[in-house]
C-alpha cells in the first residue's frame, strides 16, 4: 500500500541539531510529527528550539503545534507512517540507536505495509526503504 505523503504522519528519533530540523520541515509541510530523544534536554527544548526558528524564518508559528515530543519510542513511532532516525550527529549512538529503532519498528511492520521507514547506512549511504 502507498503512503500517501501529503497525510503521512512521522516520527522522527532525535530531537537534537539534525532531527529538530527535520520535525520543523515536516510540521511547516503540514504534517503532524511525534519525535523523541533519549537526551531529555533535546526533548524538553525541541519545541521551544523549533519555534524560535519559525519566528526567525518568518514562517508560520503555529507549525509547531504538529510537533509532539515523546519520551518513550515504541510510543513515539507507534501510529506513524513514515520513521527516520536522526541520530547519526552522535556516532557513539549511531549504531546502538538504528538497532534500537529497527527493533521497535519491525515488530510493528508486521501487517501493516503502510509504514516506511527509511533506512541510513553510516558515512549517510541510503540502504533503502522498507
Do not use: Y
Not at 60 to 80: G, H, I, N, Y
Not at 117 to 123: E, H, I, S, Y
Amino acid at each position: 500500500m502507498a503512503v500517501e505523503i501529503a497525510k503521512a504522519r512521522i516520527a522522527i528519533v532525535g530531537a537534537g541539531l539534525m532531527g529538530h530540523g527535520i520535525a520543523q520541515v515536516f510540521a511547516l509541510a503540514g504534517h503532524d510529527v511525534t519525535i523523541t530523544d533519549s537526551f531529555a534536554k533535546n526533548l524538553e527544548t525541541v519545541q521551544s528550539r523549533i519555534a524560535a526558528n519559525l519566528k526567525d524564518l518568518g514562517d508560520d508559528p503555529s507549525a509547531v503545534d504538529r510537533v509532539t515530543p515523546k519520551t518513550d519510542l515504541a510510543e513515539a513511532v507507534r501510529d506513524a507512517e513514515l520513521a527516520d532516525d536522526a541520530v547519526r550527529d552522535r556516532p557513539p549512538l549511531e549504531g546502538d540507536a538504528v538497532h534500537l529503532l529497527v527493533g521497535v519498528l519491525d515488530p510493528l511492520l508486521d501487517g501493516r505495509g503502510d509504514l516506511v521507514r527509511l533506512a541510513v547506512a553510516p558515512g549517510d549511504r541510503p540502504l533503502g526503504v522498507a
